[in-house]
């Protein structure tokens, strides 16, 4: 029965993996940024530790269609630029593991920032400058949200109220036992 079960779940797998469509691309040959992600949450003051992915993408029809491949991007030139009003603060990322860099910011003011991302080829002699050929760069912009400093101490507090609530009721379990 269990082996039955087995080749069912490997014959429904292998028909799953044929029928499925092959991946479409929104995308043109070259790089691209694939996001940017936290360590946690973004405190004002404090250092934040964020990630952002490069990836060189290759389309099987010309300019656009399906994915042939994207392949992770390790010689590039990250840097990121956070912005809110006339304050500005610059980074620059390092090649971690597949394509995946890392880069160190302290905002200074809680409230809403822009991040704007660039990845460009490592050495400037190495761009290709005809149109026609593939791009060595890209940019990425999203917004982001900083805490106040302030707002830190919310855990310890809720942990505390916790553990307060917990010994009232424990207090009050063992005078009911033992009056």
Known sequence: MRIKAILICIVFLFVWTITIPGVKADVENGWYITGIS???PIIAQTDTVFYV???EAKVKNGEMGELESAT??????VTAVF??????????????QNGEYKGVVALPTAGEWIVKIKAIRGHSEQRQVNPTDQKYEAEFTTPLKAKDPENNWMPVYLFIL????????MLMWVRKRNP
């Open 38 to 40: 936290y360590d946690g």
């Open 53 to 55: 992915g490069v990836v």
């Open 72 to 77: 992770a991007v390790t010689d590039a030139q």
């Open 162 to 169: 916790v553990f307060v609530v917990a010994g009232i009721l």
């Open 83 to 96: 912005t809110k009003g006339q304050e500005k603060i610059e980074a620059t990322l390092i090649h971690e």
